[in-house]
């Protein structure tokens, strides 16, 4: 796949990863379009550490292309979201209302949704 990446000094490049397979309560999307934000700068820029090599974008939308063993809220063909939404107590009612379906996608997400490693 295509992915725009975060670089050792700081810049973003276009590169291939190749994918490595699904673990238990993952899901794959083909991604059709991706929003680049000031969060994504942040991680090109290195201030939450050192990820270079990590891939850019959390706010996308896509189809669903596998879902591995565990994952009960989508299937082959749906239409889901990447947010960044990844910590919560479910107490603010702004969370408890708008998040809860978000909340139940894990399964497509984690920190900076893509801030995972998938190669």
């Not at 700081?10 to 991604?31: D, N, S, W």
């Amino acid at each position: 796949m295509k992915a725009i990446v975060a670089t050792k000094d700081h810049r973003a490049a276009v590169v291939k990863k190749e994918l490595r397979p699904l673990q238990p309560g993952e899901a794959l999307l083909e991604m059709e379009c991706c929003g680049v934000c000031h969060t994504d700068l942040h991680v090109k820029n290195a201030d939450f550490g050192d990820v270079s090599g990590v891939v850019l974008g959390h706010e996308g939308i896509g189809v669903v292309k596998e879902v591995a063993p565990g994952v009960t809220s989508l299937k082959v063909g749906d239409r889901a979201n990447v947010v960044w939404f990844f910590e919560g107590d479910g107490h603010v009612p702004q969370v408890v209302k708008h998040f809860v379906e978000m909340l139940k996608m894990r399964a497509i997400q984690q920190m900076v949704g893509c801030l995972k490693n998938v190669s």
